[in-house]
């Protein structure tokens, strides 16, 4: 189960896809609209986080391509410190269930 990370802030992309590698999950991150519309164009994610700081219009029309590339779960997500413990606690639980209704 592929997981997409779209966020403001590269660095904080950057610590939430550390967490997810290293815990097993395969996911991919960017911090533009453009370019998580060219990876969701390509239908291999099955859930999709979307940062805090992504603004409410850019937020709407990523969901829209999201359901319309068949992403099963979308995730909003503002980050809590340490990043890799909120990754953990808020976003692994729910990627693990996604990937387990198949």
């Known amino acids: 189960m592929r997981t997409l990370v779209l966020g403001r802030m590269p660095a904080r ?10 815990d097993g999950f395969d996911a991919e991150g960017t911090s533009t609209d453009e370019e998580a519309g060219k990876l969701l164009a390509t ?5 999709l986080i979307i940062g805090g700081g992504v603004e409410g219009g ?4 990523v969901k829209a391509l999201a359901a319309e590339h ?6 909003d997500g503002a980050l809590t410190a340490p990043i890799d413990a909120c990754v953990r606690r808020e976003f692994e639980p729910l990627i693990r269930e996604v990937a387990a209704e198949g």
């Open 58 to 61: 850019s937020r709407t029309a």
């Open 70 to 75: 068949g992403v099963r779960r979308v995730l």
């Open 13 to 22: 992309v950057t610590e939430v896809l550390a967490t997810l590698r290293a």
């Open 43 to 47: 239908g291999e994610f099955g859930v």
